[in-house]
Structure formats: structure tokens, C-alpha cells
């Protein structure tokens, strides 16, 4: 089993639409965890971070984290083409230390 | 301030043969991680370096070997190369050891045929 799950997807919307991509975990020790976008063929750019269980928003995005669950979950609001990416959740167990990734969602926002 | 640069873009390998990527870290930064992301997959940790020391190693083998230097850029060589080794090779910088925020760099795409 892995240690991080997410969809592979593909995820395809509307533009406008509300976007929610999810990972779930089975490591009980992850205290930090991040969303990363990463546009084909380049490497992933850090979205959001969060540290414990919450809430964090950003302009169009939130990020949430359940450690009670083991799940985290990431919101895109008014979507746009611009998303197209893919999306991947990472974990840490303590800062700076390896990042754990889960497979990544791929992304479309049909204008 | 300059961002994580990569060296070469891209490269093709046949099996067997010896590679060298590089790395630039951003500015400032003293801890390097190397990652390996397999089409359609999420990265997978190689190591990471802080101060030119190995400062933890995921699960690859060792003809996956590294080096920092006192300017902070890094290397990653991978002797006998496989098929599998074909990947994104990425790097990430970060500001110190207990930094939350990692920055990868584009990251090298590995061909081994």
C-alpha cells in the first residue's frame, strides 16, 4: 500500500466550476502537507502548505488537511484554463525533511 | 533572485553508460533534494544534501550517488544505467534543513535506451 493515495483522474470541468482534489494517508507521523502544480513537462510549483489540521486560503485556492481522517483536500474556486495542470499532494513528516508524494491528478478546465 | 536551475534540459543515455545532472540551488538556499518522477507518476525522494553532507536517502540503490558543494549546487551521477532509470529528474532547494518550502527546478529528462 502506498504511503500517500490520490485519483490519477483525468478530471475534466467546465471553466467556472468548483474543483476539489483529495489525497488520503496512511502515515500517522505527516505534520506538513503541501499542494503542488506542475504544467507538462516542467517541475511542480508549490501552491499551498499547510502545517497540522486546517484551513489555509489563497486567493481562489483553499487547502485543508483532517489528520483525524487522514485526508486532505485541496479547492479551486471559478476555475480556469489556466489550471490545466497537475496536481500533486506531498507530505512531510518533519519540516525539511523528504517530501512524500501522492501520484498526482491531472487536470482540465474547458473554456 | 534566481530561481533552482537544471543541467542538461534533456539527454538520452543507452544502458549501461554513466550520467551527470546538475543543479543550481536558489539563492541562498543550503539543503538540496533530488527527486526521480516516472511519466505519469509522482517524484519518488532520491537523497538530499545540507552542507555538502547526505542528510537522508530514499529507497534507490547506490550506483545513485550525489555531491553538494561549498556553493550549494549539487550533483546527481547514476552509474550502469537501466531502462527504468528513464525519468524527470528533479531538483528541489530549500533555505535551510528545517525549511517547509521546497523549489524544484524544471527538472532533467533522463532517456535510457
Known amino acids: 500500500q502506498k504511503e500517500v493515495e490520490q485519483d490519477p483522474g483525468p478530471l475534466s470541468v467546465p471553466e467556472g466550476a468548483i474543483v476539489s482534489l483529495n489525497c488520503t494517508y496512511s502515515?500517522?507521523?505527516?505534520?506538513?502537507f503541501m499542494w503542488y502544480r506542475q504544467y507538462s513537462r516542467k517541475g511542480p510549483e508549490l501552491l499551498m502548505y499547510?502545517?497540522?489540521?486546517g484551513n489555509k486560503e489563497d486567493g481562489r485556492f483553499t487547502a485543508q488537511v483532517d489528520k483525524s481522517s487522514k485526508y486532505i483536500s485541496l479547492f479551486i474556486r471559478d476555475s480556469q484554463p489556466s489550471d490545466s495542470a497537475t496536481y500533486l499532494c506531498a507530505m512531510m513528516v518533519t519540516s525539511g525533511s523528504r517530501l512524500t508524494f501522492g501520484e498526482g491528478t491531472q487536470l482540465t478546465v474547458n473554456p | 533572485e534566481t530561481g533552482v536551475t537544471q543541467s542538461p534540459t534533456h539527454l538520452i543515455k543507452t544502458r549501461g553508460q554513466q550520467v551527470t545532472l546538475r543543479c543550481s540551488s536558489q539563492?541562498?538556499?543550503?539543503?538540496v533534494s533530488w527527486y526521480q518522477q516516472a511519466l505519469g507518476q509522482g517524484p519518488q525522494f532520491i537523497f538530499q544534501y545540507y552542507r555538502e553532507e547526505e542528510n537522508g536517502r530514499g529507497n534507490f540503490p547506490p550506483r545513485f550517488s550525489g555531491l553538494q558543494f561549498p556553493n550549494y549546487s549539487s550533483e546527481l551521477n547514476v552509474n550502469a544505467l537501466e531502462l527504468d532509470d528513464s525519468a524527470l529528474y528533479l531538483c528541489?532547494?530549500?533555505?535551510?534543513?528545517?525549511?517547509?518550502?521546497?523549489?524544484f527546478g524544471p527538472g532533467t529528462r533522463l532517456t535510457v535506451l
Open positions: 502515515n500517522s507521523a505527516f505534520q506538513y
Open positions: 499547510t502545517y497540522s489540521s
Open positions: 539563492s541562498g538556499h543550503n539543503t
Open positions: 528541489a532547494s530549500s533555505l535551510r534543513l528545517s525549511g517547509n518550502e521546497q523549489f
